[in-house]
Antibody, heavy 124, light 107 residues
Framework: EAQLLESGGGLVQPGGSLRLSCSASGFTFSNYPMGWVRQAPGKGLEWVSAITADGSSTNYADSVRGRFTISRDNFRNTLFLQMNSLRAEDTAVYYC?????????????????WGQGTLVTVSS | EIVLTQSPATLSLSPGERATLSCRASQSVRGYLAWYQQKPGQAPRLLIYDSSNRATGIPARFSGSGSGTDFTLTISSLDPDDFAIYYCQQRSSWPLTFGGGTEVEIK
């Protein structure tokens, strides 16, 4: 059974940095594109970033481009999100999520497995 | 950016009733639309991908339809476990976007 476990969240001051990690198990991590999705308190889902299975291609929401960096270590089965220049509006639960590509396709960008989330709070 | 508008915002129904949720895209997303269910304090769960394909383990009472700009998620007979918030998501173009959600609440 595929499982994802996020860590690294916490309280940080505006302008600060955090690095989130997502440890994967139960599936061949290196075969699957991955993504980060966040949810501000009491709000809906917002896609943040995505990365291909081999890490060669990444995409970002406009709201985080230039401040956040997604990466992965396929030897350690771990996904990362480096978050710099944090703002109050980045406060949210951050979920990592596994892509669900149909047979024969490299990606579908529809997420069939999610972690439990890690809370990031940006406040002075 | 493709904007997804879900309606209604809240749907008040009783167990056993049929639920019909709508997701409208600001431009065509072809058939590249997914539906998720989220319960309080839990991560989202994929229900439907590419408009009409049920994800692994999803009961047959959940079905999706539509293409282009208009999509529907139907729950044929509401189970008590189905009261939750439902989100649509498009993957037709970057950035990926989610709708604002429809809450299905017990009447």
């Amino acid at each position: 059974e595929a499982q994802l476990l996020e860590s690294g969240g916490g309280l940080v001051q505006p302008g600060g940095s955090l690095r989130l990690s997502c440890s994967a198990s139960g599936f061949t991590f290196s075969n699957y594109p991955m993504g980060w999705v966040r949810q501000a308190p009491g709000k809906g889902l917002e896609w943040v970033s995505a990365i291909t299975a081999d890490g060669s291609s990444t995409n970002y929401a406009d709201s985080v481009r230039g401040r956040f960096t997604i990466s992965r270590d396929n030897f350690r089965n771990t996904l990362f999100l480096q978050m710099n220049s944090l703002r109050a509006e980045d406060t949210a639960v951050y979920y990592c999520a596994k892509d669900n590509p149909p047979p024969g396709y490299a990606s579908s960008w529809q997420f069939d497995c999610w972690g439990q989330g890690t809370l990031v709070t940006v406040s002075s | 950016e493709i904007v997804l508008t879900q309606s209604p915002a809240t749907l008040s129904l009783s167990p056993g009733e049929r639920a019909t949720l709508s997701c409208r895209a600001s431009q065509s997303v072809r058939g590249y639309l997914a539906w998720y269910q989220q319960k309080p304090g839990q991560a989202p769960r994929l229900l439907i991908y590419d408009s009409s394909n049920r994800a692994t383990g999803i009961p047959a009472r959940f079905s999706g339809s539509g293409s282009g700009t208009d999509f529907t998620l139907t729950i044929s007979s509401l189970d008590p476990d189905d009261f939750a918030i439902y989100y649509c998501q498009q993957r037709s173009s970057w950035p990926l976007t989610f709708g604002g959600g429809t809450e299905v609440e017990i009447k």
